[in-house]
């Protein structure tokens, strides 16, 4: 069965593959599963009909057959439960990888998405001048952690996982702050999952709905 997932019938990120149904794309590229898109307005993603599969109204979904599932995150990992090709075999490997993915979500990713918050939402209040030093204070130290954990491996915890699928889609949301600069082997790791074969063909099937929204 053809799983379809939902989109942004105009992403907000220009086209750059942050979107959240990014990393969806990308394992189930990974996994050689097709799948189908439904594009959605940000007025429909408020609708009755959406907020059916997704209770915040966001984007992404997934469905197939009876199953809904909302959250980038979980759909990443329902697909890597039923697909072999981003969880190891072995339980502990399999274990780890799906550590991993949580760390990426829970410890990683929350002071990025603040600094996106302060720097676009709130850049306009008195304390904001103050407060992004702090946060960018937090994401080093986290990036600091990973960058040491990491070393001189290709990935995170030897093959390429969904642990690193997901941890990679987290960090290029650092992509125009200059920040990974300061860590080259994260720089380095980031590069080796854009340059996957599978992560390629995400992010074209992503930008071609940029392009196609942006000549209407």
């Keep these: 069965m053809i799983p379809t997932i939902t989109a942004f019938e105009r992403s907000p990120d220009r086209g750059r593959g942050l979107a959240r149904d990014m990393p969806v794309r990308w394992a189930l590229e990974e996994v ?23 209770p915040f109204g966001q984007i992404p979904t997934y469905e197939e057959g009876d199953l809904a599932l909302f959250e980038s995150g979980a759909i990443v990992f ?31 990713e929350p002071p990025i998405l603040e600094r996106s918050t302060a ?16 946060i960018d ?28 699928l997901v941890m990679i889609g987290v960090l290029r949301r650092l992509s125009a702050s200059g920040m990974l600069s300061e860590y080259p082997n994260l720089s380095a ?22 392009t196609a929204a942006s000549a209407g």
Excluded: C
């Design 32 to 54: 050689g599963q097709p799948y189908e898109v439904r594009l959605v307005s940000f007025s429909g993603m408020k609708e009755q009909a959406h907020l059916a599969l997704h």
């Design 189 to 210: 790791y980031v590069a080796r999952g854009e340059a996957r074969p599978a992560f390629r063909r995400a992010f074209d099937a992503q930008f071609a709905v940029f």
């Design 78 to 108: 329902h697909i890597a439960e039923h697909h072999r090709g981003l969880l190891p075999d072995d339980a502990n490997a399999r274990a780890r990888a799906i550590t991993w993915m949580f760390a990426a979500i829970g410890t990683i």
């Design 137 to 164: 204070d937090r994401i080093r130290n986290r990036l600091a952690a990973l960058s040491g954990r990491l070393g001189n491996a290709d990935w995170l915890d030897g093959m390429f996982s969904a642990g690193d």
């Design 119 to 134: 720097m676009f939402v709130e850049r306009d209040a008195d304390w904001s001048a103050q407060r992004l030093p702090l």
